[in-house]
């Protein structure tokens, strides 16, 4: 399937501790893009990693591409608790020309203060 | 920061009904989206939209589903005669000037429940 595919399904840390999500797919994409869902709420964008990208940062969070393995990876570093939410890696197929975009499962962060 | 806006944040139907939900993308923007997510499950693609016609539309988008941009602001998700499984969170979003391959910027969502 296109589908990301993400683990783990739920994880539970400290707070201050780093929590790295992971994402892996099947098919070639355009671009990568990670958001956030408080429970309930709405989608928030986090960063987009294009396919020809290995690596970004924005703030406290690290998002890795790798197209060989066709996986990517976002790390938090330093979590708070307000980081408690679902983090989400959403797919644009390569071949798109329509911008739809294919989301995962999800993993579900709890960060206890 | 620009933001993509939805209203209403929940509705409560009737099955049979018809709803619209409304939509009002950043300013600019060229490229729009509708995606649902069902209570637990992931988010589902509905329909793109550009240059005033639907680009792409999923299994799921029947024709109980259109969509509609009747001016320069507005983007709407009508639902024909709305259904139970049609219960779920449902989310705009648009995309810049710079294409489809960019960020998408999604709202904050409409709630809806058919009983």
């Known amino acids: 399937s296109q589908q990301g595919e993400e683990d783990p399904q739920a994880l539970s840390i400290q707070e201050g501790e780093n929590a790295t999500m992971n994402c892996s797919y099947k098919?070639?994409?355009?671009?990568l893009q990670w958001y956030r869902q408080n429970s309930g709420r709405g989608l928030v964008h986090l960063i987009l990693?294009?396919?020809?990208?290995r690596e970004k940062h924005s703030g406290r969070l690290r998002v890795t591409l790798d197209t060989s393995k066709k996986s990517s990876s976002l790390l938090i570093t330093a979590s708070r608790a307000a980081d408690t939410a679902s983090y989400f890696c959403?797919?644009?197929?390569?071949?798109?020309?329509?911008?739809?975009?294919?989301f995962g499962q999800g993993t579900t962060l709890q960060v206890k203060p | 920061e620009p933001e993509v806006t939805q209203t209403p944040s929940h509705q409560v139907t009737q099955m049979g009904q018809e709803v619209i939900l409304r939509c009002v993308p950043i300013?600019?923007?060229?490229?729009f989206y509708w995606y649902r997510q069902i209570l637990g499950q992931k988010v589902e693609f509905l329909v793109s939209?550009?240059?005033?016609?639907?680009?792409?539309k999923s299994e799921i988008f029947d024709d109980q589903f259109s969509v509609e941009r009747p001016d320069g602001s507005n983007f709407t998700l009508k639902i024909r005669s709305t259904k139970l499984e049609d219960s779920a969170m449902y989310f705009c979003?648009?995309?810049?000037?710079?294409?489809?391959?960019?960020?998408?910027?999604f709202g904050p969502g409409t709630r809806l429940l058919v009983l």
């Open positions: 979003a648009s995309t810049g000037r710079e294409g489809r391959q960019e960020t998408q910027y």
């Open positions: 098919t070639s994409i355009n671009n």
């Open positions: 990693i294009r396919s020809n990208e």
């Open positions: 959403a797919l644009l197929h390569g071949s798109s020309n329509t911008g739809k975009l294919i």
């Open positions: 300013s600019n923007h060229l490229y």
């Open positions: 939209f550009y240059n005033n016609e639907i680009s792409e």
